[in-house]
């Protein structure tokens, strides 16, 4: 029979007090323009996380994070490349590691996010935001088809709005 795993036995994860354990390989590459964007964004006094879920919480959640840090905040906020972050110790990752202040907006109550960055980054303590709760909606929809893009869109506005007065 043919192994249908996603990942070859070597990569599969083992579950040890509490925690699996990952084999992530090394980045060959690097983009320079991450990089340069983590260079600019490092005075910024709060980073931000943001799930990547691609469900209908998750996308509010990534919505709300790109309108908190490029339209309603941008001069307090750094947005974090979770997937740069996570794979790779560079710039992105030590956005997250010298902020005073990480958000990180879930888009439920997996928390992915957070926890991802929590298993590169010992002693993390970001505010974890349960983004699925500042917002109204029928929590029997799961699929991004299952909004229109102009409730997702309203729903990340009221959601990065909420946040941004907090800052």
């Given at each position: 029979m043919k192994n249908r795993s996603c990942c070859p036995p070597e990569n599969k994860t083992e579950n040890q007090d509490g925690y699996?354990?990952?084999r992530i390989a090394q980045a060959q590459n690097n983009c320079r323009l991450c990089d340069d964007y983590a260079e600019r964004q490092k005075a910024k006094p709060v980073a931000v996380l943001c799930c990547e879920g691609a469900?209908?919480?998750?996308?509010v959640a990534r919505q709300a994070a790109n309108l908190l840090c490029h339209t309603l905040a941008p001069e307090k906020t750094a947005r974090i490349c979770l997937g740069g972050a996570f794979t790779k110790d560079t710039g992105q990752r030590d956005l997250v590691r010298t902020a005073p202040r990480v958000l990180a907006l879930e888009g439920c109550h997996v928390n992915c996010a957070s926890r991802m960055m929590q298993g590169v980054l010992a002693g993390?303590?970001?505010?974890?935001?349960?983004?699925?709760?500042?917002?109204d909606f029928d929590r029997s929809r799961f699929g991004i088809e299952e909004m229109s893009p102009e409730e997702i869109q309203a729903h990340a506005r009221t959601v990065a709005q909420q946040l941004a007065a907090t800052l």
């Open positions: 699996e354990t990952v469900c209908l919480r998750g996308e993390l303590t970001p505010e974890v935001i349960a983004v699925d709760r500042l917002y």
